[in-house]
Each structure stands twice: as C-alpha cells, then as structure tokens.
C-alpha cells in the first residue's frame, strides 16, 4: 500500500501563486510515477502534470508555462508550484501514483482562484 497525503491548497487571488506538496508513505518502491490531476464539480478528472522516478515531466497545455511538477527524493514528496493562477484554475487537486499493479490518490485538496 501507498499512502498520499496532499497540503498547500487554499483561496489566493488571480495573479498569485501557490504550492502542493503530496507526501507519500508505504511501498513507495514501487511507485512509477506521480500525477497531479484536477476535478470540478461534475466533471471528469483531469490530468495536470507528471514526473516520472528520473524526473522527466509533462505537463496539460492549459498550465505550460504557469505550473511546475517537482520532487524531493529524500523527503518523498512531490510537489505543485502553480504561478499566475487563473479563476479557470479552481478545482479540487488530487495526487495520484501509479504503480504496475495499481494506481493510489491523495484525499484532495481545493484551490480557489477568485478576488
């Protein structure tokens, strides 16, 4: 088992900024790589960024540029920087890790983009 624990979210203004941190604890050899992806009310999960275990990341074209995916090998935590926050930005953040056999997620934690 792997277990994730999301921090960081919160309200900030359109302009701002904000940082995600994902903790994860467990079987955390056995991870691949790590996701974060996005969910409004009603609608399907959106994937945001990537970093596999060497570090190459990828990103959704809706956040190049704006969005860095990190990770602290040490501290086995991945993290979100998310610059120049948009009110479109708004949604509940969800880490996820995928492993051959299956796939695990944060709890999720809302970010508020609004004035």
């Known amino acids: 088992q792997v277990q994730l624990v999301e921090s960081g979210g919160g309200l900030v203004q359109p302009g701002g900024s904000l940082r995600l941190s994902c903790a994860a604890s467990?079987?955390?050899?056995?991870?691949?790589?790590m996701c974060w992806y996005r969910q409004a009310p009603g609608k399907q999960r959106d994937l945001v960024a990537t970093i596999t275990s060497g570090c190459s990341t990828n990103y959704a074209d809706s956040v190049k540029g704006r969005f860095t995916i990190s990770r602290d090998n040490v501290l086995n935590t991945v993290y979100l920087q998310m610059n120049s926050l948009k009110s479109e930005d708004t949604d509940v953040y969800y880490c996820?890790?995928?492993?051959?056999?299956?796939?695990?997620w944060g709890q999720g934690d809302q970010v508020t983009v609004s004035s």
């Open positions: 996820n890790a995928h492993s051959p056999t299956r796939n695990y």
């Open positions: 467990g079987r955390i050899f056995a991870i691949t790589y």
